[in-house]
């Protein structure tokens, strides 16, 4: 009589190849293995999606510019001190996209925005992101406790979510700039304060849907406590939505930063694509150099429809993966 | 408590310090939604379970099944009433609650959800060792994983719930339950969700647990037969209130509350003429004066309550309580039967 | 002329890992009036069976063979004679259904859509008055017809989607899954409520489950299945109680009957898992799993012998050539066999 195999259906489940027998597999060396084997799976679906690779590649590059900037560009080039060419002039073979009103080339200021306006978007959106993703978190893990105490605690915080929702950033960062001074620091700070508070509320709606399901019912059955289940549970769940949403709100970020550069409450020392639009508009640019307007201008379009491609592209990559678990 | 006295005690019928008992258990629910009612979900409950043994505790949904189990294993605060374990009643400070879930699992009844999709098998059964603090960890995850028949274990750390299989997932998440050493297991319908050649797996692995380790569980059904296969005694539940009690030869060969004799009666091959009660369980925000199931009794309806002289009693006196622990010949909560069994 | 004739058909899904077979070769004939249960678990093969039957598959799956309603080929058919076809001559009631209710719609307006779909010329209150009548038929008021899904109980969905299988009066109706996830009670109602429309009516029916006994309760004629084909075959009470194919055993016994002594205490179950449709074993799929399983059983080719008067089984142990003694008496196996890991 054969014994009956058990678990022959399982061969065909995708289980993953183990690493041929060598030094003894602990638990940590197979889940390294098994990390490496979903990232490379991840990276395969997103190259599918073929304008998520566009926007990624556009990306790749700005950043490249951006911390090359240096190498780029003598940053004496930003001075106005050393400029010697003729200010305000079209594009030459010595200056490829001309000149502004101080006779610094454009070029060089653009490369050197690149640098300073991805570094305030990118750390605004990082503060953004670690405010509302701890709030959201928070407040939908409390919210949905039914003892008083916890749904107290969701308001309140969602309250005050609210508030900051509606805060207006234009007002609140002129009045910074007047009461600090004007600088990239007064502008990060600004963006981060304004936006965080969508991003909470997503994480949150993520966060209470999490929170239904058994697993979460499990680990307080087995003794977990609240940070526990909001540490090991909750927020390796909410990731994918909150990476996929700090993607998008980079390029958020970077339009605001370039706005309120534009108004001239960023640092005029340290250029900014923002900055440069603002100096081109109040400064004549229709009787000169009219790429000096329009050089940072398209810069900030390109990176923003990078960012969102890429954004987008992540969403429909983790989605289908997020819901088929 | 070895596995072998325990089943000689329960085999013997003395009743033994209850491992985990409830007494005069109430839960009531705030209202929610346009009326504010409140819904008395468990409206007074006395079960006893023993070392070692093996309770059914069944039902139609809404009955509050789940919510007493729940509330046994500290989920849920009653509002009245005490749950014990091993006789102490159950602090509900976080340190003492978080020591209890040594003494109490729960395994519930989608494997597939209750298990976090991003965590391996590993992570999950360790889960619960890491929260306690307790050694070995690797060596005690590798003995509940065969104690739940999944050998090698190793081969198993590393796998994703979604990479199992039904039985193999349920399996693990009672794996996770056992790594704490707890001495009663709530099963929330443990094999609803599994397929049904592989229910008789998961049911027998219940058994063999309670054998070696003598672990004692709770199982909580709608499923008859599940307690017919795995239950030492059987409790039936209706609108809050156990209605009927005794072992299931007991109570699947003479069933004396109504509402068991029509569940009895629905049942495919069963030698009763099926009573198929109208209408639906009711809401347990408004409960019916008297006995709770007089508005669907068919022996009310019928006229034989009318015949023994407890038509009246049924509609408008309260039946009390059923005890935990009563005669060997387990307990009913009728007007009806109680007149007859005076007889 | 049978009402519903499936010859040969084969179903495979073309997935990203390669073809799927889902359905291999499956011959099966109903006439009208008659009922037959179609058993089995996950992966086997039969709710892809009942989507085939109305055409509703999607893109990727591969159809051969013929699907004969009252002698016409629904998969030739014309789209105009489909869409005539579909709910007017047979109807799906749905597994599920909590999902397939649009929850944003009255309950009577979802009703009465077929019966606008396809009968054009019928006014809105001459619909109204029909979905009236229907809802009466099973048993829900007719001020039902007002509220949307999500205030009706699972029981009460279930009607509903009843209520809408007949709608058109088809002379078809494939039941998928009707009363799982229904308490036992509910059950017993929608099961009555079934039978007694389909005989009042001599409506054809199909009806898929995995629970055996209830199919054998429910049904003339019963049909197992198991990955993807057709394993035993014949009277529905007679497959039940002494099935012939191992499989079909093993399922019976899954849901044990209440009170036979030989499943107290021992819940049978079988090792392993229903098989992944990609990946089914050779010669007979059920080999792996099969506690009688002979060396033959992994190389030779399965087809349906006769066991008995109108009786099929596709198991060797039927035939009369030296292998053929009955299946009688339970299978021995042992309880609860580890579960063996494969890379």
Known sequence: ?325 | MTPSSSQAAVASGVRATPILSTAGVRVEFAGRGRRRAVATAVDGVNLDIAPGEIVALVGESGCGKTTLARTMLGLERPTSGVVRFAGQPLSYRSRALRGYRRSVQLVLQDPTGSLNPRHTVYEAIAEGVRIHRLDNEEARVADALARCGLRPPERFFQRYPHELSGGQRQRVVIAGALVLEPSVLVADEPVASLDASVRGEILSLLLRLRDELGLAALVVTHDLGLAWNIADRLAVMYLGRIVEVGTPEQVFADPRHPYTRALMSVLPESPIEPIVLAGEPPDPTRIPPGCRFHPRCPELASGAAAGAGVAERCTSVALPVLPAAGPAQGQVSCHLAQAVSRD | ?343
Not at chain 1, 149 to 170: C, E, I, K, Q, Y
Not at chain 3, 127 to 155: C, F, I, K, N, W
Request: hydrophobic residues 45%; aromatic residues 4%.
């Open chain 1, 1 to 325: 009589m054969s014994a009956p195999a058990a678990g022959t259906s399982t061969a065909g489940r995708g289980g993953p190849a183990l690493p041929p027998s060598g030094p003894p597999l602990t638990p940590r060396r197979l889940a390294q293995a098994r990390r490496k084997a979903a990232l490379a799976r991840f990276w395969r679906e997103f190259r599918r999606d073929r304008r998520g690779m566009v926007g990624l590649i556009v990306l790749a590059v700005m950043i490249a510019v951006a911390l090359l900037a240096p190498v780029l560009a003598n940053s004496r080039g930003l001075n106005p001190i050393y400029a010697t060419a003729t200010p305000n002039t079209g594009p030459s073979l010595h200056d490829l996209l001309g000149t502004d009103n101080d006779g610094r080339s454009v070029l060089t200021l653009l490369i050197w925005g690149a640098r300073n306006s991805l570094l305030v978007g990118f750390t605004a959106t990082l503060i953004s992101m670690l405010i509302g993703a701890l709030v959201g978190v928070v407040a939908g893990h409390f919210g949905s406790i039914r003892a008083r105490a916890g749904r107290l605690t969701d308001n309140l915080m969602m309250r005050v979510t609210d508030w900051f929702l509606v805060v207006p950033f234009l007002p609140l960062a002129m009045v910074l700039a007047r009461t600090i001074g004007p600088s990239l620091g007064v502008i990060i700070l600004v963006i981060g304060l304004t936006s965080w508070a969508g991003t909470a509320r997503i994480v949150r709606a993520q966060a209470l849907a999490v929170e239904t399901r058994p697993y979460l019912e499990r680990a307080k059955a087995l003794g977990a406590g609240h940070w526990h289940q909001m540490y090991r549970h909750v927020l390796p769940n909410v990731m994918p939505l909150l990476l996929a949403n700090t993607i998008l709100t980079v390029a958020g970020t970077i339009l605001a930063e370039t706005t309120l550069s534009f108004l001239g409450l960023g640092d005029p020392i340290r250029p900014t694509w923002g900055e440069m639009l603002g100096a081109a508009y109040s400064n004549g640019v229709g009787t000169g150099n009219i790429v000096w307007l329009l050089a940072p201008g398209i810069a900030v379009i390109v990176v923003v429809m990078a960012f969102t491609l890429v954004g987008h592209a992540l969403e429909a990559v983790l989605d289908p993966k997020l819901r088929g678990r």
């Open chain 3, 1 to 343: 002329m049978p009402l519903l004739e499936l010859r040969d058909l084969t179903i495979t899904y073309r997935t990203e890992g390669g073809p799927v077979p889902a359905v291999r070769g499956v011959n099966l004939s109903l006439e009208a009036g008659q009922t037959l249960g179609l058993a089995g678990e996950s992966g086997c093969g039969k709710s892809t069976i009942a989507a085939s039957v109305l055409r509703l598959l999607p893109l990727s799956a591969k159809v051969t063979g013929q699907i004969l309603f009252n002698g016409e080929d629904v998969l030739t058919m014309n789209w105009g004679r489909l869409r005539a076809v579909r709910w007017a001559g047979a109807s799906i009631v749905f597994q599920g259904a909590l999902h397939s209710l649009n929850p944003v719609r009255k309950i009577g307006r979802q009703i009465g859509e077929p019966i606008l779909l396809h009968e054009p010329d019928v006014s809105k209150e001459a619909a109204g008055r029909r979905v009236t009548d229907l809802l009466r038929s099973v048993g829900l008021p007719a001020d039902r017809a007002d509220s949307y899904p999500h205030e009706l109980s699972g029981g009460q969905k279930q009607r509903v989607m009843i209520a809408m299988a007949l709608a058109c009066s088809p002379n078809l109706i494939i039941a998928d899954e009707p009363t799982t996830a229904l308490d036992v009670m509910i059950q017993a109602q929608v099961l009555n409520l079934i039978g007694g429309l389909v005989a009042d009516r001599g409506i054809g029916m199909i009806m898929i489950s995995h629970d055996l006994s209830v199919l054998s309760a429910t049904c003339q004629r019963l049909a197992v299945m198991y990955a993807g084909r057709i394993v035993e075959e014949g009277p529905a009470h007679q497959v039940f109680t002494d099935a012939r194919h191992p499989y079909a055993e093993a399922l019976a016994w899954a849901f044990p009957i209440i009170g036979d002594v030989r499943t107290r205490m021992s819940p049978r179950g079988l090792p392993g898992d229903p098989p992944d449709p990609a990946d089914v074993p050779s010669g007979c799929s059920f080999h792996p799993r099969c506690a009688v399983a002979r060396p033959t059983c992994s190389t030779r080719d399965m087809e349906l012998w006769p066991a008995g008067e109108g009786r099929r089984a596709a198991c060797v142990r039927v035939l009369p050539d030296g292998h053929g003694e009955s299946a009688a008496g339970p299978v021995e196996q042992e309880n609860d066999q580890p579960e063996e890991a494969v890379s």
